[in-house]
């Protein structure tokens, strides 16, 4: 009977072990898929603007996997793809006069901005600040009405294939910030 009993013991403490291995390398993988870094820029501006700090990160993610140095066969920049245009209409909405875009601080700052603006404009609905970040807010807001809306403040169909992708990406990209990080 102290067998059997010590051998069931054994046999669950081995399930829990692999259990909570399989839980760590599920992390750990994800944790690279989903990197994290200049977290406290991201807070600092995240709370400026009154946005989520894991909504700054997903878009981030999205846009540049934290690389802070990339730029899209557009002509977008940094870390939150800022387009050139669209950086210095921001500097002059920050009335800033010189500014490295590349900047870590710069471009979050920049891009942290931008989605103030957007949550502004489209009342806070992340569905629309995500879509319009993509494809722009005059975009939106045209799709808004010309009938992929039927209430006209949210989209019940984004006509962009790109833009849906995004949308989803960067949804599915916040859910992971959330779960794997404890920000703030």
């Known amino acids: 009977m102290a067998k059997k009993i010590l051998m069931i013991v054994l046999v669950s403490l081995a399930a829990v072990v692999a259990v909570?291995?399989?839980l760590y390398l599920r992390d750990a993988y994800l944790r690279r898929h989903y990197p994290l870094k200049y977290e406290n820029i991201i807070i600092k501006?995240?709370?400026e603007y009154g946005l989520d700090p894991y909504f700054v990160c997903a878009m981030i993610d999205?846009?540049?996997n934290f690389e802070k140095d990339a730029v899209s066969e557009d002509g977008a920049q940094g870390l939150m793809?800022?387009?050139p245009e669209t950086s210095e209409w921001?500097?002059?909405k920050l009335e800033v006069s010189e500014y490295d875009i590349f900047d870590p601080d710069t471009n979050?700052?920049?891009?942290?901005?931008?989605l103030y603006f957007l949550k502004d404009k489209f009342s806070g609905e992340r569905q629309l600040m995500i879509a319009a970040y993509n494809a722009g807010h005059n975009k939106v807001e045209e799709w808004l009405s010309q009938g992929y809306s039927k209430d006209g403040a949210t989209l019940d169909e984004i006509p962009y294939a790109e833009t849906e992708k995004y949308v989803d990406k960067v949804s599915k990209a916040y859910?992971?910030?959330k779960e794997?990080?404890?920000i703030g």
């Open 175 to 177: 859910e992971e910030y």
């Open 90 to 92: 921001i500097a002059g």
């Open 20 to 22: 909570l291995g399989a």
């Open 81 to 83: 793809q800022i387009m």
């Open 180 to 182: 794997l990080y404890n």
């Open 108 to 114: 979050i700052r920049f891009g942290c901005w931008y």
């Open 62 to 64: 999205t846009e540049s």
């Open 45 to 47: 501006y995240a709370e």
